[in-house]
């Protein structure tokens, strides 16, 4: 399983960026699809989650409404689109895999494969 993050980079807060992790060596549709970060001197975090069909998502409380977790199982992808940053959501971000019927777990344990990270940095 390979999972390859992109879409971070350098945004004002209150700005918007739209992440991107395209997985390979799986069967998509059958994991389900996970986004953490990690900020500096900070455990990693869940951030949202989606089931393997699409159907159910999953947020941070922090993030609801401003972030939207999606999938296209035809492209083998997820994305996180992120509106309204704060200068605190500066983390690297990291997609994951978890070969799941049912759920979706907050805890990085739980999670079988993770992409690279992609660096979020929100400015004030």
């Known amino acids: 399983v390979q999972?390859?993050?992109s879409?971070?980079?350098l945004?004002?807060?209150g700005g918007s960026l739209?992440?991107?992790c395209a997985a390979s060596g799986l069967s998509f549709s059958s994991y389900v699809m996970g986004w953490f970060r990690q900020g500096p001197g900070k455990e990693r975090?869940?951030?949202a989650g989606i089931s393997g069909s699409g159907g159910i998502t999953y947020y941070k409380d922090s993030v609801k409404g401003r972030f939207t977790i999606s999938r296209d199982n035809a492209k083998n992808?997820?994305?996180l689109q992120m509106r309204s940053l704060k200068p605190e959501e500066t983390a690297v971000y990291y997609c994951a895999a978890d070969?799941?019927?049912f759920g979706i777990p907050p805890m990085p344990s739980s999670y079988e494969a993770w992409g690279q990270g992609t660096l979020v940095t929100v400015s004030s």
Do not use: D, H, K, P
């Open 45 to 47: 975090e869940f951030v």
């Open 18 to 20: 739209r992440l991107s």
């Open 11 to 13: 945004v004002q807060a």
């Open 77 to 79: 992808t997820v994305y």
């Open 3 to 5: 999972l390859q993050a």
């Open 99 to 101: 070969r799941r019927v």
């Open 7 to 9: 879409g971070g980079g």
